[in-house]
């Protein structure tokens, strides 16, 4: 599932194809993702230019001339496809229209920018550009990570007298927005914090070190995915998936990174879901 940094790199990607463009033509292959899609969707897409690109969470936010902002999330499976440009070295030519190819924009310059969705976990809707942060898929999430209201303060406020683990606090999207599995993994570890440790229970100076650390792992996994944008895993023209080392994610078994440290990166379950960590240097 994409986290932050892979909703970012699809920005990113995005971004040159369709800000400042106009959608000429707007494809809407079937009547719902994970939800229904907007009324006349394709008549209030064509026409318009896109203003601006934004991502909010794990959402992009594509605002358009009419006043109205076209809301897309990938969900579990969802890929973005560009066709007809120039993405790094490689052009792509269209393809033509596949069984999960759903949502299908053109621009005026010759692009274009497909949305695939085998699960259909993704969604898209439409609403007004200024009413997108009450948008019910956006109202309860809390700060950006990477924002200036998410801070030591903020977190430690936060998490005081909470009695579930760090692990779990840490991917309430209410708490902190855009964190998933492999990203909260990797901070815990380099934090060197218990996944399992009572978020009210750990001392507020060692949460503030949280803050740097969350802000550290997502900038280099968005850094990494900006890398993979410009370098040929970018040649089918899909945007958003690329490899990234981690420290202690998928690593069960390995030697733990931490310099003197000589524990195993060890996998759990906790809330149904595996927690990857070194029982020997997270405390
Ligand atoms: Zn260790």
Redesign the pocket.
Known sequence: MPELPEVETVRSGLDPVLTGHVIVRADIRRPDLRWPLPMGMAERLTGKTVVALRRRSKYILADLSSGETLIIHLGMSGRMLISGTQIGQFHHDHPAPEKHDHVVLDTDHGARVTFNDARRFGAMDLCPTDAVETHWLLDRIGPEPLGNAFNEDYLVAALHGRNTPIKAALLDQRIVAGLGNIYVCETL?RA?ISPRRKAGRIAADRVRTLVPVIRKVLSEAIEAGGSSLRDYRQADGELGYFQHTFRAYGREGAP???AD?????TRIVQSGRSTFF?????R
Do not use: E, L, M
Request: contains cysteine; positive net charge; charged residues 5%.
């Open positions: 570890h060197r733990c990174p931490t440290c000589t524990g195993t990166i070194c029982p020997t240097c997270q």
